[in-house]
């Protein structure tokens, strides 16, 4: 009996530390201030858990093909606090980093919209973005209060899509001094 416990307790930790592992939670995150964009952005409004957004874009990301425009990178933008506003009234945009100017051409639903060139605190991981909430904001919270920089406006996460099925997290803190 002693022997299936421990088996079991092993098997459950192996378990964690492959699950963490494949999440990369033991990867670093880069981090630094630097000026980003223009970017041009083919957006659908979500509203709702963070965690729901990928419909959203994948939505867009089937415009994108059918449109011939490349969407090599997809993004999220999460507008509300969600340590503040209720889940099911968190508000998000998620969509593709476009190439072309879709003024006036974009469908029922979907949005294009351009964000200015900015200052950002930028922050690169190479694990999953669902673990970014836990690994990557506090340490992004860190070094803004190190830096004397306030988040001025909502965080973007760019989601880049890498040889070998690996994804790269840019996220960009729109910031300013304080």
Known sequence: MKALVGFVLISVIALVISLAVYLGAFKEVEIRTEERGPYRLATKAHSGAYHKIVPAIEEVERWAVKNDEPCQISYGEY????????????????????????????????????????????????????????????????????????????VIEMYERLPEQKLRTIYHFPTRKK
Request: overall charge negative.
């Open 79 to 154: 507008i509300d606090d969600p340590n503040v506003v209720e889940e099911d009234r968190l508000r998000s945009n998620g969509g593709c980093v476009v190439q072309k100017d879709w003024t006036g051409k974009m469908p029922e639903g979907l949005a294009y919209r351009e964000l200015p060139r900015r200052l950002y605190v930028i922050a690169i991981f190479y694990g999953a973005p669902s673990i970014g909430p836990q690994k990557v904001y506090p340490k992004v919270r860190e070094y803004m209060e190190q830096q004397g920089l306030v988040l001025d406006a909502p």
